[in-house]
């Protein structure tokens, strides 16, 4: 079980906005570690998507935005395109646990 | 261009074991520390482990559910980092990527093999 929860789901038209969110605790995003998202089509390499809580990498579209706020983290889509259904992960570090890295549960998106 | 190539992913039955690898071009492989994250079937991505550079002393660490079972390994010559699995369980089912750690924080992985398939089965 994660430490870091996301909404099993989140569905949007074409064009629409939808936010994914991230939600931890004090001992990850509370303690002020950063969230980074990727994009994960099955049978594919999964794509850093955001790093740092609010930058993309090169070649992200800027339809993709990152937040943070207290023990939570968002990722934005705007503008939903048919090709961004897909999987989507947060990923940040916990300090109560023995292993570095920890990723949310994961959310898929449907482009209606 | 920098990529990351897993293989060695198979079929093997429970209780035994498989190694399995993953090579990277297109960056200092040497200097970077390198990473195995599993998906199983309808699950989401699970962190597995992690080893550290030379310069680093090869530091290895390892999630819960897979330590003192599976191996991290390297081989710097062959710009290739080997994960070795023990004891292997139905529930070590999955896709198993390599990824590198971002240089500098090394906080997040900035690229990611396509991944290689096991499955653990009689």
């Known amino acids: 079980q994660s430490v870091l929860t996301q909404p099993p789901s989140v569905s949007g038209a074409p064009g629409q906005r939808v936010t994914i969110s991230c939600t931890g605790s004090s001992s990850n995003i509370g303690a002020g570690y950063d969230v980074h998202w990727y994009q994960h089509l099955p049978g594919t390499a999964p794509k850093l998507l955001i790093y740092?809580?609010?930058y993309r990498p090169l070649g992200v579209p800027d339809r993709f935005s990152g937040s943070k706020s207290g023990t939570s983290a968002s990722l934005a889509i705007s503008g939903l395109q048919a090709e961004d259904e897909a999987d989507y992960y947060c990923q940040s570090y916990d300090s109560s646990l023995s292993v570095p890295f920890v990723f949310g549960t994961g959310t898929k998106v449907t482009v209606l | 261009e920098v990529q990351l190539v897993e293989s060695g992913g198979g079929l093997v039955q429970p209780g035994g074991s498989l190694k399995v690898s993953c090579v990277g071009s297109g960056f200092t492989f040497s200097g970077s520390a390198m990473h195995w994250v599993r998906q199983a079937s309808g699950k989401g991505l699970e962190w597995i482990g992690r080893i550290r550079s030379k310069a680093d002393r090869y530091v290895t660490a390892y999630a819960a559910s897979v330590k003192g079972r599976f191996t991290i390994s390297r081989d710097d010559s062959k710009n290739t980092v080997f994960l070795q699995m023990e004891s292997l369980k139905t529930e070590d089912t999955a896709v198993y990527y390599c990824?590198?750690?971002?240089?500098?924080?090394?906080?997040?992985?900035?690229?990611w093999g396509k991944g290689t398939t096991v499955i653990v089965s009689s």
């Open positions: 740092d809580n609010n």
């Open positions: 990824s590198r750690p971002s240089p500098g924080s090394g906080s997040y992985m900035d690229v």
